[in-house]
């Protein structure tokens, strides 16, 4: 196999001491001579597909409520990281998400329900991985990163143009795994971009107990990763950050730590009260920095959104919500011996054992 490689000596391994972006708070533009700004039809497809996302979160958070979702982890204000970093993705790169990331997910064409099944509990993931190329939901703290560092080296060891995106949180840097995966991608040089979407906590836990480093992109030096720090509520900036990213571990130059600050708005879940640990004008502050309004308003001051593609953007949001709201006001068909199917190839022993011992007992009561 023959590729060109950069070595990570040859780039900038330390991060800019303050988050690179493209618009200010008030979506003004920011000449920052390490980004450049993605063309107009760009900037205004991620402004619909923010959207369009924001209404999905607030519609899965409203069926947590009327209990059909077991558990629903909001992604509201961290819509930039999410639909501006799989917008940089190719047909035919890998996603890795975590339990937060569903706006991500169905972002990058995974239908809507199937994303929820997991978080309904419902049939196994929900969706095919290999379909979209998205990885399992992953709701361990940063079990995903290993698994996205290996597919990305299986790739490039087999010849494939397949670059790995994995999100992860400010909570997941704290895990054993992320250390082992950064440090197994600096070594193999594996094609990956790790996507930190620092929102300031691990559920109550904020960053400045979690770490002593001045930045979370910092500790790519440690592993030999070149890092970036952005504003994670500026699409552009991420899309633009990501979109490099990937074009650099697809040409052979590695992989990229971002870190990516940004704020979870609501609760960790609808099973948290954020009023415990954070104070409410923290959360009004962020609410003044939202991503969505951001670009708004830099389109609109551009002329490249108008009311007319407002109004029509708005009207998608609400029939993608309907959609999904009725997909899931329907009861699913279970049939409890799907809980064997495919947890192994060919089932073990025991498998077999107790699926017949759950048949038997359902025969019973039946008869």
Same mark, same amino acid.
């Given at each position: ?36 700004? &993605? ?24 069926? %947590?409520?009327?209990? #059909? ?17 799989? *917008? ?8 890795? +998400?975590?339990?937060? /990331? ?8 995974? /239908? ?9 509990? !419902? ?5 095919? +991985? ?12 940063? %079990? ?8 990305? $080296? ?6 494939? @143009? ?8 400010? !909570?997941?840097?704290?895990? !054993? @795994?992320? $250390? ?11 094609? =990956? =971009? ?31 990763? &070149? ?27 590695? +992989? ?22 954070? /104070?409410? !004008?923290? =959360? ?6 939202? &991503?969505? /309004? ?15 593609? #407002? ?22 068909? =279970? @049939? ?10 060919? &089932? ?14 359902? *025969?019973? @009561?039946?008869?």
């Amino acid at each position: 196999m023959t590729m060109t490689s950069v070595p990570a000596a040859s780039r900038e391994l330390l991060p800019s001491t303050s988050p690179l972006g493209l618009l200010t708070e008030d979506g003004r533009p920011v000449a920052d001579p390490g980004l450049v700004m &993605p063309a107009d039809d760009v900037l205004l497809d991620l402004y619909r597909r923010m959207v369009v996302g924001r209404r999905f979160d607030r519609q899965a958070t409203a069926l %947590t409520k009327q209990g #059909r979702l077991a558990v629903y982890p909001s992604s509201h204000g961290q819509e930039a990281c999410q639909i501006g970093a799989v *917008a940089a993705l190719r047909e035919q790169d890998w996603l890795f +998400p975590t339990y937060r /990331d569903s706006v991500a997910i169905v972002t990058r064409g995974v /239908d809507p329900i199937e994303t929820l099944t997991l978080l309904q509990g !419902g049939w196994h993931l929900g969706y095919d +991985p290999y379909e979209h190329r998205v990885g399992p939901q992953c709701t361990p703290l940063a %079990t995903n990163t290993l698994h996205a560092v290996g597919l990305a $080296h299986a790739a490039r060891y087999q010849g494939e @143009d397949t670059v790995a995106l994995v999100l992860l949180g400010d !909570g997941a840097t704290s895990e !054993g @795994d992320t $250390h082992e995966a950064l440090n197994f991608a600096g070594v193999w040089q594996a094609p =990956v =971009v790790f996507l930190v979407q620092n929102n300031g906590y691990a559920i109550s836990v904020p960053l400045s107990k979690q770490t002593a480093a001045p930045s979370l992109a910092a500790k790519g030096i440690g592993y030999g990763v &070149p890092a970036k720090s952005i504003d994670g509520n500026d699409a552009p900036a991420v899309y633009t950050t990501v979109r490099d990213a990937v074009e650099t571990a697809r040409t052979g130059g590695g +992989p990229t730590l971002i870190e990516a600050m940004t704020y979870r708005i609501e609760a960790h879940t609808n099973a948290d009260d954020a009023n415990r640990y954070r /104070d409410p !004008g923290e =959360v009004a502050a962020w609410l003044g920095r939202d &991503p969505v /309004d951001r670009l708004e308003r830099y389109l609109t001051d551009t002329g490249v959104l108008d009311a007319t593609s #407002r109004a029509a953007i708005t009207d998608e949001a609400e029939r993608f919500a309907s959609r999904v709201r009725d997909g899931m006001n329907v009861d699913p068909e =279970v @049939d409890p011996a799907e809980l064997f199917a495919h947890v192994y190839a060919s &089932p073990t022993t025991a498998l077999r054992e107790q699926a017949a011992l759950l048949a038997a007992e359902i *025969a019973e @009561d039946q008869s």
